[in-house]
């Protein structure tokens, strides 16, 4: 804290010294983009826990962990692959909104470059009911391709019933 008294104590004197007074605040806009990106992430990882809570998943993950610290996408689908839950920092990796992508399926994001094999692997685990992980080139909103690292598995609830697929994803 001693080091922020000198720092404040510089600013003070270089900004008497300029005509125009005032505080530099595009530092503030940075921080206030942080600190909304952070809210928003919070606000997701407890969005997930509730879900977690309603539906009675039997496991629940370390949202937190991999939102938080990881910085990866959550993507939630029914059982019939339709997406329910989509985290907001989705539009940093693809430019999709959450609300974009709620009621469609995940292959929304695949076309052309997308490997058909991969694609195979992923629906075959998916039948089985069992994780996976894999590496996808995927499509963005605006058309430009990107590798996305997905690590996705079945949730079960507590009845040991198939409930909903989760899919934590970043950019590889």
């Not at 992430?41 to 991999?66: C, I, P, Q, R, Y």
């Not at 609830?157 to 934590?168: Q, S, T």
Request: proline residues 3%; glycine residues 4%; neutral net charge.
């Amino acid at each position: 804290m001693e080091k922020m008294r000198f720092y404040d104590e510089a600013a003070h004197t270089f900004y008497n010294k300029l005509d125009v007074h005032g505080y530099p605040l595009h530092s503030m806009d940075l921080f206030a983009q942080s600190f909304d990106r952070l809210s928003g992430n919070l606000a997701d990882v407890k969005s997930l826990e509730s879900m977690a809570l309603s539906e009675k998943w039997h496991k629940m993950a370390n949202f937190g962990t991999e939102i938080l610290k990881k910085d990866r996408v959550v993507v939630v689908t029914d059982t019939q692959l339709n997406i329910v839950y989509a985290t907001q920092n989705m539009v940093e990796m693809n430019g999709y909104q959450p609300h974009e992508v709620l009621g469609k399926q995940p292959r929304m994001f695949q076309g052309e470059a997308t490997c058909r094999e991969t694609t195979s692997q992923v629906s075959q685990a998916i039948k089985d009911q069992r994780p996976f992980e894999v590496v996808l080139t995927n499509y963005r909103k605006d058309g430009t391709t990107y590798e996305c690292h997905i690590k996705s598995s079945p949730v079960f609830d507590k009845a040991g019933k198939l409930v909903n697929f989760i899919a934590f994803e970043k950019v590889a």
